[in-house]
C-alpha cells in the first residue's frame, strides 16, 4: 500500500507561482504513471499532468505552457510547478499514482490540497 502527501497548496494572486509536492511512502519499482488532477466547486474532477516512469509527460491543453510536472526518483516525489497562474485554476489538486502489474493496476490517491487564485 502506498500513501500520497500532498503540500505546497495555498493562495495565491493572479500572475503568481505555486510549486505543489506529492511524497510517496514506498518506492514502487513497477511500470507506473504519475499525476495530478483537479476538482473545482460543481466540477468533475480533470487531469492537469501526468509523467510515467519511462518520463513522458502530459499536459491538458488549459494548463500547457504554464505548468511542468517533474519526478525525483530518489526521494519517492513528484513536483507541479505552476506559474502564471488564473482564477480558473481555482480547485483542489490530487495527486495520483497508478502502478501497472501485468493485468491489474493498482491506484492510489493523495488526500488533496487547495489552491486558490484571487484576481
Known amino acids: 500500500q502506498v500513501q500520497l502527501v500532498e503540500s505546497g497548496g495555498g493562495l495565491v494572486q493572479a500572475g503568481g507561482s505555486l510549486r505543489l509536492s506529492c511524497a510517496a511512502s514506498?518506492?514502487?519499482?513497477?511500470?507506473?504513471?504519475n499525476a495530478w488532477y483537479r476538482q473545482a466547486p460543481g466540477k468533475q474532477r480533470e487531469l492537469v499532468a501526468s509523467?510515467?516512469?519511462?518520463?513522458?509527460?502530459y499536459y491538458a491543453g488549459s494548463v500547457k505552457g504554464r505548468f511542468s510536472i517533474s519526478r525525483d526518483n530518489a526521494k519517492n516525489t513528484i513536483y507541479l510547478q505552476m506559474n502564471s497562474l488564473k482564477p480558473e485554476d481555482t480547485a483542489v489538486y490530487y495527486c495520483?499514482?497508478?502502478?501497472?502489474?501485468?493485468?491489474?493496476?493498482?491506484?492510489?490517491w493523495g488526500q488533496g490540497t487547495q489552491v486558490t487564485v484571487s484576481d
Open positions: 495520483n499514482l497508478k502502478e501497472f502489474l501485468g493485468y491489474v493496476t493498482r491506484e492510489y
Open positions: 514506498a518506492t514502487t519499482f513497477n511500470a507506473n504513471t
Open positions: 509523467v510515467s516512469s519511462g518520463g513522458d509527460a
